[in-house]
């Protein structure tokens, strides 16, 4: 079975924190993903990584950063915590394309 | 751009009784179609997919989804619930040519007894 985790299951940073969430993957994957999950909003992709060192932009990519040194690791930065971005934070991974994405349990992030 | 649709936010439906959840993508190619389930405080689990072939899919937990092209629906159905199926349950699209997935809002389900 693929196996994701998360660095953490609950956080909670002061404002202007720099804030690294870590995602790790078992399964050899290609693709890695950040979203972030709010109420009645559903998943909103963040960033996304394609392979180690690429990285392209989601739908919501401001205020965070990166980063993909190895291809079963990928990080996600909050340079400069808000608390516009409490929020719970979910990690995923695919094989390859639009295939089939498998979870972490996630993040929950108290910015106060 | 693609877009997915769950009309329901919220469900309430008997133990026993079955359940019908709705999805309505908007994408111009035949997609990927995916339905997950998150249990309170944990990741997304999937429940059951569809790439091509047979439109009635099988999926774990005793779910089945059915893909319409007419109606660009994917309707997720449970004959018989379980206290358990107590979650929320997120419908996903995407296509070959790209790497990501489209969520809907998600539709929370709660049984009672």
């Given at each position: 079975d693929v196996k994701v985790t998360q660095s953490s299951r609950y956080l909670v940073k002061r404002t202007g924190e720099k804030v690294f969430l870590e995602c790790v993957q078992?399964?050899?994957?290609e693709n890695m993903f950040w979203y972030r999950q709010d109420p009645g909003l559903g998943l909103r992709l963040i960033y996304f990584s394609y392979d180690v060192k690429m990285k392209e932009k989601g739908d919501i990519p401001e205020g965070y950063s990166v980063s993909r040194e190895k291809k079963e690791r990928f990080s996600l930065i909050l340079e400069s915590a808000s608390t516009n971005q409490t929020s719970m934070y979910l990690c995923a991974s695919s094989?390859?394309?639009?295939e089939t994405q498998y979870f972490g349990p996630g993040t929950r992030l108290l910015v106060l | 751009a693609q877009s997915v649709t769950q009309p329901d936010i919220h469900i309430t439906v008997s133990e026993g009784a079955s359940l019908e959840l709705r999805c309505n993508y908007s994408y111009g190619a035949t997609p990927y179609l995916f339905w997950y389930v998150q249990s309170p405080g944990q990741g997304l689990q999937l429940l059951l997919k569809y790439f091509?072939?047979?439109?009635l899919v099988q999926g774990i937990k005793g779910f089945e989804a059915e893909f319409k092209r007419s109606q660009s629906s994917f309707n997720l159905r449970k004959p018989s619930v379980h206290w358990s199926d107590a979650a929320e349950y997120f419908c996903a699209v995407g296509h070959t040519n790209d790497y990501k997935l489209s969520f809907g809002a998600g539709t929370t389900v709660t049984v009672r007894a």
């Open positions: 078992d399964m050899d994957h094989l390859q394309g639009a | 091509s072939g047979d439109t």
